[in-house]
């Protein structure tokens, strides 16, 4: 129902049915997002048009998927270490779409105020017109928090921003 998550979580490759359930009793409703109308509006009675001859596009296809997860500690500082990586190289009906991603967290023993996270992605769309690159970065920690987005099609840049809150937000 949701892209939130994508592409950490992929569409199902098939298709499915979503059944809500509803009694007078209980009654059930979708809310969906957008303005409500003014008054009564009115809508054709076929508003969807009618179903398409020709066949689906193919559903996606991993490609690869890759994943890591290691937990460490450096003697010095005693500090505890938590690194997760990903790679995700998936065939889209129009596009191949690679994603990368690293999520590293740590702490000093016996001092949670010293906790803090950095996340790194990217997301590569590979289109056979063009190449749309997101490259995402965050980091943060009891003091300040940092996030920077860039997106660039075929090397120009489209959108470059960051965000700072915070006592020395990297």
Excluded: C, K
């Excluded at 990903?86 to 000093?108: G, K």
């Amino acid at each position: 129902m949701s892209g939130g998550f994508f592409p950490a979580m992929m569409p199902p490759t098939s298709q499915d049915i979503f059944m809500l359930r509803s009694t007078p009793s209980s009654p059930s409703g979708i809310t969906f997002p957008g303005h409500r109308h003014q008054g009564d509006p009115s809508f054709e009675a076929h508003l969807f048009g009618e179903p398409r001859a020709e066949p689906a596009p193919e559903p996606a296809a991993v490609v690869r998927n890759e994943s890591s997860w290691e937990n460490s500690r450096e003697q010095f500082a005693d500090t505890g270490i938590v690194t997760t990586t990903s790679e995700q190289v998936v065939d889209l009906p129009h596009a191949t779409m690679r994603y990368s991603e690293e999520i590293e967290t740590s702490v000093v023993a016996d001092d949670p105020s010293t906790a803090g996270i950095s996340r790194r992605s990217e997301i590569v769309f590979e289109y056979d017109t063009e190449t749309v690159r997101v490259r995402a970065s965050s980091a943060a920690s009891a003091a300040s928090a940092h996030a920077r987005t860039l997106i660039t099609v075929d090397g120009e840049t489209l959108f470059n921003e960051t965000w700072r809150r915070g006592v020395n937000p990297y």
